[in-house]
């Protein structure tokens, strides 16, 4: 323990939706300076030239989990690379657990149910341990549909039902991305209900669909 002033908690969010819809170019107009963690490889070396953002990639035989959870580290303790940063964005949670998964199993697809626990643990760990961050910081993910009844429901993917609820409990908001059809043609939305402790569940409403955690 040290005296001093208690570090503010910066706003902890979740975006995901379908892919094309710009949410990689959302998070690199974060507040700058802006560090990219592309674990999916996609679109983030197209904001590496951008000034005030970084794009951070993984290297052959990167622990994925190990690499996201020493970065929030040094966030928390005021160390770089974390320190230099005022937004953290990891695009994505949905390819970070393919990779996860995939080292736990040794490098093969064949997981075993133990794997998927420990996945979800580290969640939780970095959920937990990231309440102390001053920073920024931004989960992105896909999205998946399931089928619920007469509906559709919403919900942000590559994590279990319990992963969710971690995420539900810690985060400050999370933030669906799509397209709505106006008179106008297609347009963009963002759809977000601040997410609720008491509840358990975050709503959001887009066209005729309604999803929820």
């Not at 999916?40 to 622990?63: I, Q, R, T």
């Not at 949905?94 to 969640?123: I, K, V």
């Amino acid at each position: 323990m040290i005296k001093g002033k208690p570090i503010p908690k910066g706003m902890h969010w979740m975006l995901y939706g379908p892919p094309g819809m710009g949410k990689t170019t959302l998070i690199s107009q974060m507040p700058k300076p802006v560090a990219i963690l592309d674990i999916d490889k996609g679109a983030g070396w197209l904001y590496a030239d951008l000034d005030g953002v970084d794009v951070f990639s993984l290297e052959e035989g990167d622990d994925p989990s190990k690499v996201v959870l020493d970065f929030v580290k040094s966030m928390r303790s005021g160390r770089s690379p974390g320190k230099d940063y005022r937004s953290v964005a990891i695009d994505s949670l949905s390819a970070l657990r393919a990779e996860h998964l995939m080292h736990l199993a040794g490098n093969s697809d064949f997981y075993e149910l133990g794997d998927y626990g420990q996945a979800t643990n580290w969640l939780r760990r970095v959920l937990a341990l990231s309440q102390g961050c001053s920073q920024m910081i931004c989960w992105v993910t896909h999205m998946k549909e399931d089928a619920d009844g007469p509906r559709l429901v919403i919900r942000p993917a590559g994590m279990s039902a319990t992963a969710l609820n971690h995420c539900v409990e810690n985060l400050d908001a999370i933030v669906f991305m799509g397209q709505q059809q106006t008179s106008e043609g297609p347009v963009r939305v963002l759809a977000t209900q601040a997410t609720d402790v008491v509840g358990g569940r975050a709503t959001i409403l887009v066209k005729d669909r309604t999803g929820f955690l």
